[in-house]
T-cell receptor
């Protein structure tokens, strides 16, 4: 079945370092990938997305890389700040078949940024 | 511009009871999706509503039902509550396009005793 998973459940970094969060997905038909940040007691917050016809997309301090050959997605956060501490989820969607509209989430990675 | 809103924020019920959760989508959005998030897990898709109809459904029993109103707001109903239904219930809104970005509300924390 479809699944989106993360290699590392936790990541600890020092303030100012760059962070890399990884995600593997199993559905080669996936068209669209999203990274969400979830702080304690809150709903997931959209960070950045990327479509399958791209391999890189940049936002403010964040970059998402997509490698369709190995079905791998990563989120890079530059100059990580304590306010970046949260759980990060990758999610996958695709337009075809019977799954359009449905986001499939991974388990999540806990990012802790130490001052 | 208000984002996605949900009510109530917290709810305590007992086994066998029924619950209704509410969601108002972000301004300009016409599609509402519901997710269940157990503690320490990623959200699990329940179903999605568009044009007042259920467009897509995840692997949840018929005890979970929903509705979308003409103003695009939505309700999630859960009947015959089980202890395992305790979770954070998230609503996400998006535009009608199939791969529209989904924006989440703060969620409703449901505890079933």
């Amino acid at each position: 079945g479809e699944s989106v998973g993360l290699h590392l459940p936790t990541l600890s970094v020092q303030e100012g370092d760059n962070s890399i969060i990884n995600c593997a997905y199993s559905n080669s038909a996936s068209d669209y990938f999203i990274w969400y940040k979830q702080e304690s007691g809150k709903g997931p917050q959209f960070i950045i997305d990327i479509r399958s016809n791209m391999d890189k997309r940049q936002g403010q301090r964040v970059t998402v890389l997509l490698n369709k050959t190995v079905k791998h997605l990563s989120l890079q956060i530059a100059a990580t700040q304590p306010g970046d501490s949260a759980v990060y989820f990758c999610a996958e969607n695709h337009a075809g078949g019977t799954s359009y509209g449905k986001l499939t989430f991974g388990q999540g990675t806990i990012l802790t940024v130490h001052p | 511009d208000a984002g996605v809103t949900q009510s109530p924020t917290h709810l305590i019920k007992t086994r066998g009871q029924q619950v209704t959760l509410r969601c108002s989508p972000k301004s300009g959005h016409d599609t509402v999706s519901w997710y269940q998030q157990a503690l320490g897990q990623g959200p699990q898709f329940i179903f999605q509503y568009y044009e007042e109809e259920e467009r897509q459904r995840g692997n949840f029993p018929d005890r979970f039902s929903g509705h979308q109103f003409p103003n695009y707001s939505s309700e999630l109903n859960v009947n015959a509550l089980l202890l395992g239904d305790s979770a954070l219930y998230l609503c996400a809104s998006s535009s009608g396009q199939v791969l529209g970005t989904q924006y989440f509300g703060p969620g409703t924390r449901l505890l079933v005793l």
